[in-house]
């Protein structure tokens, strides 16, 4: 007997004597609903047949759920679940308003809504919700409760000990005292004057000078020495300043002896901040 090329079905020679027709077309017909069977497993709508380990018998892969994509797994096509590793994943959010950022180079990080009003800045170097300074005046007032001796021809930075008012900590009177120092979030152009006073000389000169990040900026209130009474200086400027910058006030008299720099109202030294 002869058999078919792809499937093997048994069919008779061209020399054979055909006895019983209709059991070879039985035979046949068995041979053709097998492998018609093993070509099309499906059973459900939506079914897909792939080619098995088994030659001319397909599998059927029934068909996926809602949101599944078609993947593959140990050499088969497969349903999976989406879920790419490279992807923002969905659990890394847990409430309505949150925000995501790169807390390290590929590292997604969550970040909590903040609360009505709030504001997003950054702290440390990352995404932060705060609360905006309240609108209004900003600045630093300084005096002295106490006179500073300040040595012939030599430059001394001031030292102020009491506040007459600090919005939001220009000033430290336990450290660097003679200091008015930028805080974040208050960079930009600020006002800034200065009063003293020497106590009575008629000798030499006396002035005032502004540094700023101890780099000297300029001289104000140069004066002769006043024997009547004390001599008193007196300057301003307006000047660009970054956070952390600070800014100093130096005294300076050639009288040719050691002076007081005085005190009280007669010395101040104050910052006012005009705007970004």
């Not at 609360?115 to 705060?130: H, N």
């Not at 209004?136 to 021809?153: D, E, H, I, P, Y």
């Not at 970054?242 to 002896?257: C, M, R």
């Amino acid at each position: 007997m002869a058999t078919t090329t792809n499937y093997g079905w048994t069919t008779p020679d061209d020399t054979a004597l055909v006895k019983d027709g209709a059991a070879a077309i039985r035979t046949l017909g068995s041979s053709v609903d097998t492998t018609t069977k093993n070509l099309n497993p499906s059973t459900t709508l939506g079914d897909i047949e792939y080619r098995s380990s088994t030659a001319n018998t397909n599998t059927r892969l029934g068909i996926g759920s809602t949101g599944q994509v078609l993947t593959v797994a140990g050499g088969v096509p497969t349903w999976a679940t989406s879920d790419d590793a490279n992807a923002i994943q969905n659990a890394l959010l847990t409430t309505t308003g949150d925000t995501i950022y790169a807390s390290s180079a590929s590292t997604p990080a969550r970040l909590g809504i903040g609360t009505t009003g709030q504001v997003l800045t950054v702290a440390a170097g990352i995404p932060s919700w705060a609360t905006p300074s309240a609108a209004g005046f900003v600045g630093v007032r300084l005096t002295k409760s106490a006179v500073q001796s300040c040595a012939n021809n030599t430059g001394v930075k001031i030292l102020w000990d009491t506040e007459t008012y600090d919005t939001d900590a220009f000033h430290s009177t336990s450290s660097n005292t003679s200091r008015i120092t930028i805080p974040a979030g208050k960079a930009g152009y600020y006002s800034i004057s200065a009063t003293g006073a020497f106590a009575a000389n008629s000798t030499g000169q006396r002035y005032y000078a502004f540094y700023i990040n101890n780099v000297f900026i300029t001289i104000f209130g140069r004066m002769n020495g006043y024997s009547a009474g004390d001599t008193t200086l007196c300057g301003t400027l307006v000047y660009n300043l970054a956070v952390g910058d600070y800014i100093e006030v130096e005294a300076f008299q050639n009288s040719g002896v050691g002076l007081d720099f005085q005190s009280t109202t007669n010395s101040q030294f104050s910052a006012q901040y005009l705007g970004a």
